[in-house]
């Protein structure tokens, strides 16, 4: 039920963009994306409900296509601050149409590295 | 204001021996979770507290993990007899959801226990 991130890493140069994706082989309610900076909690950056909502932060944009099972997150003109893990957390929907409701399931992350 | 306080923030014990992790959520917060995350891995999820609902134990990896929570305030995590693969940082967040999970988790600094 873990879902599945791509890429493992990414290293970019200051102002390049990126996109990081997370899919799952269960139905989703829900996606939620997180930004990790070592040695420190994950911050919340966003959540995208079912309905295949885009929602952005800054230059920071994600999207949510709930036929697909699949969510991106976007990062353009990337700045240093940037740099961390981003992980992906999704609620999936139970086949009987319900949902398992705060079980939030986490990907294993995608390291994001920007040089100067 | 204040956010999710956990304790203490590093633990070394020897294997064999019961350890105590605690975690005080933002008030108001309903919903507690906590998740194990290995040194370079992602966030596995051990067990989920939503108000008074019994708790989604599934996550625990082992009978010899066990949790709690005060009504809808301070949580502890118990490891008993520890062995070396518990070695990990343990976070706790808290959420403002209902039901659900429209709302963002608020990590915890995490407790990094390390077992000798």
């Known amino acids: 039920q873990q879902p599945v991130q791509s890429p493992q890493a990414v290293i970019l140069r200051e102002g390049e963009d990126a996109v990081i994706n997370c899919s799952s082989s269960?139905?989703?309610?829900?996606v939620h994306w997180y930004r990790q900076k070592h040695g420190e909690a994950p911050v919340f950056l966003m959540i995208?409900?079912?309905?295949?909502e885009q929602k952005g932060h800054d230059k920071i944009s994600a999207s949510f296509n709930e036929k697909k099972q699949q969510s991106s997150l976007y990062l353009t003109a990337s700045q240093l601050s940037y740099s961390g893990t981003y992980f992906c957390?999704?609620?999936?929907?139970?086949?009987?149409?319900?949902?398992?409701?705060?079980?939030?399931?986490f990907g294993q992350g995608t390291i994001l590295t920007v040089h100067p | 204001g204040a956010g999710v306080s956990q304790s203490p923030s590093n633990k070394v014990t020897e294997k064999g021996k019961d350890v105590e992790l605690r975690c005080d959520p933002i008030?108001?917060?309903?919903?507690l979770y906590w998740y194990r995350q290995r040194l370079g891995q992602g966030l596995e999820f051990l067990i989920y507290?939503?108000?008074?609902?019994?708790?989604?134990k599934s996550g625990l990896p082992s009978d010899r993990f066990s949790a709690e929570r005060t009504g809808e305030s301070v949580s502890t995590l118990t490891i008993q007899r520890t062995q070396q693969e518990d070695s990990a940082v343990y976070l706790c967040?808290?959420?403002?959801?209902?039901?659900?999970?429209?709302?963002?988790?608020?990590f915890g600094n995490g407790t990094r226990l390390t077992v000798t």
């Open positions: 967040a808290s959420s403002l959801a209902d039901w659900g999970l429209n709302s963002p988790l608020h």
């Open positions: 269960k139905a989703l309610y829900s």
């Open positions: 995208l409900l079912k309905g295949g």
């Open positions: 957390g999704t609620e999936i929907t139970s086949w009987a149409g319900g949902t398992s409701y705060g079980k939030l399931t």
């Open positions: 008030s108001g917060h309903t919903a």
């Open positions: 507290f939503q108000g008074n609902s019994a708790p989604d």
